[in-house]
DNA sequence: GTCTATAGAGAGATAGAC
DNA sequence: GTCTATCTCTCTATAGAC
C-alpha cells in the first residue's frame, strides 16, 4: 500500500483520494461485502487492478475510509471540547458538531450503523480500532472535577444511544422509510429541527430539561 | 416452498419452526449476504438442501423471517392502539410494547437496523414490503379527530427517528461499543430506564414534556 | 423429508507486461 | 502507475437417489 504521507505525485494523490472517496460512497450504500473493488474502480475510472497499488487489499482500503472519516470527526470534537467554556456548554457545542458533522457527510451515519450491526460478539469491529482516540476524548472529561459535579439523571450509555442513535437513524435510516417523498433529512430545516430537538434531549438526560 | 399455512407433519413442523428461528438468529448476527445456508443448516442439524424443501431460496427465507418478527411487533401494537383508551395513553402504550418487544426479540432490532441502512435509493428494501400493515395502522389513527388536536411540536418523521432510533441503537448497536464489559442493554434494569427515557423523549417531542 | 453430488456464477488476490 | 490475464475460493441453486 502507499500511505497517505508517502510523498505521491500530483496525479498519484487524486487518484488515491478519488478511491477514497468513491469506495466511502459505495462501502456506505452497500456494506464491505456488498461492495465490490470492481465498482470502485469503475467510479473511479480506472482497473481492478491499479486499487491495489495503494491499498494493498479490501480491507485496507475500508479501514482507510473509516480512518479518513471518522479523524474528521474528532478533529472537530476535539475543537470544541477542549476549550475553557464551562462543560455544560461545551456538551451542547459537542451535540452541534456531532449533527452537523453526519449532516454534512451523511455516508458516516450509515458506515457506523453497518459497523455497530456487524459487529461479531467476541470480535473486536473494525471501528473500535479507530475509537480509541474517541475514548481517550470524552476519557479526560469524565475524569475531571467538572463532569463529576454534573447531575446525570441516567447512565452514560443511555444518553449516547439516545443521542448517536437519533441522529444515526434519522440520517442513515429515515430517508429508507420515507421514500422518493419530498422529505431530505439533510435540508437546512429538518437538519436545523433535528439539532434542537437533540439538544432538548441531551439537556433532559443530564437532568437539566 | 412449504408454506407455514400448510399442514405439516409435527415434525415437518418443528423443522420449518427452528429453520426460521435459527435464520433470523444468524441473519441478524451477518446480515442477508454475510449468512450462509450452510450456516442455517448446520445450527438446525440438517444439511442445506433439506432448507429448499421449506422455502424456496434465501431470499424467501429471509422474507420468512422478516414477515414472522414483524408480525408478532404488528399484532401487539394493534392491541394497544386499537382501544378506546385516550390517544395520549395509547401512544405511551404502544411506546412501551415497542420497546418491550424489541428488548424480548434483540435480533429485530439489528433486522430493521440492517434494511434501513441496506436500502438502495430508488428500490424498495425488503421491509417496506411488510410494513404496510403498520402504515395503516398509524394512518388510520392519524386519521382521527383525536389526533388533530394533538399539539405536535415537530414533525413526525422526527418523533419516529428519535424513539425508534435511540432504541435500536440502544438495543441493536450499544453491545459493540461496550464490548464484554458488565452492560447488558437487555437486563432488566436497563431496559426498564431505557423505556423511561424514551417515555419522557415521547412526552417532550408531543409538546407536553 | 432428507440426503449426496455437482454445476455455475461472483469476486478477491496475484503475476507480470507495458 | 496502470493495465490484462488468470487462479482460486465461496456459496447458491439444481438434479436426482433413497
New binding site residues.
Given amino acids: 500500500m502507499v500511505a497517505a504521507t508517502v510523498e ?2 500530483p ?2 494523490h487524486r ?1 488515491r483520494a478519488a478511491i477514497l472517496q468513491e469506495a466511502e460512497r459505495l462501502f456506505a450504500a452497500h456494506g464491505f ?1 456488498g ?4 465498482d470502485v ?1 469503475q467510479a473511479v ?6 486499487i ?3 491499498f ?4 485496507e482500503l475500508y479501514d482507510a475510509v473509516l480512518a479518513d472519516a471518522l479523524g474528521g470527526l474528532l478533529q472537530r470534537l476535539r475543537e470544541v471540547l477542549l476549550t475553557p467554556e464551562p462543560l455544560r456548554e461545551r456538551v451542547d457545542s459537542a451535540v452541534s458538531v456531532w449533527v452537523d458533522y453526519i449532516g454534512e457527510r451523511p455516508t458516516l451515519a450509515r458506515l457506523v450503523l453497518r459497523e455497530s450491526v456487524d459487529a461479531e460478539p467476541g470480535e473486536a469491529p473494525a471501528l473500535l480500532a479507530h475509537i480509541g482516540p474517541f475514548v481517550e476524548l470524552v476519557r479526560g472529561l469524565v475524569g475531571s472535577e467538572a463532569v463529576a459535579r454534573v447531575p446525570v439523571a441516567i447512565g452514560p450509555a443511555h444518553i449516547a444511544s439516545a443521542i448517536a442513535g437519533a441522529t444515526l437513524f434519522f440520517v442513515g435510516a429515515m430517508p429508507t422509510f420515507v421514500p422518493d417523498l419530498e422529505f431530505d433529512p439533510l435540508s437546512r430545516d429538518h437538519l436545523d429541527a433535528h439539532r434542537r430537538e437533540v439538544l432538548r434531549i441531551t439537556a433532559r438526560l443530564l437532568g437539566d430539561g
Fill in positions: 505521491l505525485t496525479k498519484a487518484t461485502r461492495t465490490r473493488l470492481e474502480a475510472g480506472i482497473r481492478r487492478a491499479s491495489v497499488y495503494y494493498a487489499d479490501k480491507r
